[in-house]
């Protein structure tokens, strides 16, 4: 599995352009990204950019205020984690799925 | 000027997301790479912004989130379209696996819409696309997503002109 052309950076999830209200530190990561697109000239082509986390925010995340719902349900049905690990839905569950099909899939 | 060491995917992901992801990643078989060259300049290029979010406009419908609180192995396979112009106060974060407050904390640490305006107006690129994309990333069953959602997004990207697209994960 990959995408085309990977811009990598090993910041958090949910701040891979940088820490809020950095302005300066957003635009060179996005602007870093986007010249990968000419230096990367093979598919899956990966550019390590050149940024570090700063130490000063290893504390910031993007943690939900509340365990997410698949969470909590492990919690309660523990045997059902290496149905989550390898992607294969317990049947009990896949005959509650809400009728996908008929879902309002338009942006 | 590029790093040159092995990229740590895991650096900031806890121990249980870690062993998840990397489960996830010796499912996939290995297959061929989509490859477009560059049909012009970045400094003409028209770009769009897609984020595995949950981003929808305050006026948009919401995503589903009760769908998923009551069977957590689903989640929302539709997506949304977000303006060019949209600010912080305009959209809401529906993923349930994030924080809601990363939107008004700064929605350009993880959807730069204001950062990609910026490069326009210095010449960086052509132009950001009229629209940009979110949608739910939590998706243990991609059908949808990838049979309905992803061409429907493609086809608004090309009436678009769109050149580029960004995706950025969370």
């Given at each position: 599995m990959s995408v085309p052309r990977l811009a990598a950076i090993e910041y958090p999830l949910g701040f891979l352009l940088g820490r809020p209200d950095d302005q300066v530190g957003q635009s060179a990561v996005l602007h870093s990204t986007l010249s990968a697109l000419s230096e990367i000239k093979w598919p899956g082509g990966v550019v390590h950019l050149p940024f570090e986390w700063p130490q000063s925010a290893r504390r910031l995340n993007a943690n939900p205020p509340q365990m997410p719902p698949i969470v909590k349900y492990l919690l309660r049905h523990p045997w059902h984690i290496p149905n989550l690990l390898s992607r294969d839905i317990p049947d009990s569950q896949l005959q509650e799925l809400p009728s996908q099909l008929a879902y309002d899939i338009r942006g | 000027?590029?790093?040159?060491?092995?990229?740590?995917?895991?650096?900031?992901?806890?121990?249980?997301?870690?062993?998840?992801?990397?489960?996830?990643?010796?499912?996939?078989?290995?297959?061929?790479?989509?490859?477009?060259?560059?049909?012009?300049?970045?400094?003409?290029?028209?770009?769009?912004?897609?984020?595995?979010?949950?981003?929808?406009?305050?006026?948009?419908?919401?995503?589903?989130?009760?769908?998923?609180?009551?069977?957590?192995?689903?989640?929302?396979?539709?997506?949304?379209?977000?303006?060019?112009?949209?600010?912080?106060?305009?959209?809401?974060?529906?993923?349930?696996?994030?924080?809601?407050?990363?939107?008004?904390?700064?929605?350009?640490?993880?959807?730069?819409?204001?950062?990609?305006?910026?490069?326009?107006?210095?010449?960086?690129?052509?132009?950001?696309?009229?629209?940009?994309?979110?949608?739910?990333?939590?998706?243990?069953?991609?059908?949808?997503?990838?049979?309905?959602?992803?061409?429907?997004?493609?086809?608004?990207?090309?009436?678009?002109?769109?050149?580029i697209v960004v995706l950025i994960p969370v």
């Open positions: - | 000027m590029l790093k040159t060491e092995q990229v740590d995917s895991y650096r900031f992901l806890d121990r249980t997301t870690k062993k998840l992801v990397e489960s996830w990643t010796e499912l996939e078989t290995p297959r061929e790479i989509p490859w477009t060259p560059l049909s012009k300049p970045l400094e003409e290029s028209t770009v769009a912004l897609i984020s595995s979010t949950g981003l929808a406009l305050e006026t948009d419908h919401p995503f589903d989130q009760d769908g998923e609180r009551k069977n957590p192995w689903w989640s929302d396979p539709s997506y949304r379209a977000i303006p060019y112009s949209a600010r912080a106060e305009d959209v809401n974060l529906y993923h349930l696996h994030v924080h809601p407050r990363l939107v008004e904390q700064d929605l350009n640490t993880f959807f730069p819409l204001q950062r990609l305006l910026e490069l326009e107006v210095r010449g960086v690129i052509g132009r950001s696309a009229a629209n940009h994309y979110s949608y739910m990333g939590y998706t243990l069953q991609p059908q949808i997503l990838l049979d309905v959602s992803v061409p429907a997004m493609i086809q608004q990207m090309q009436q678009d002109g769109v050149n």
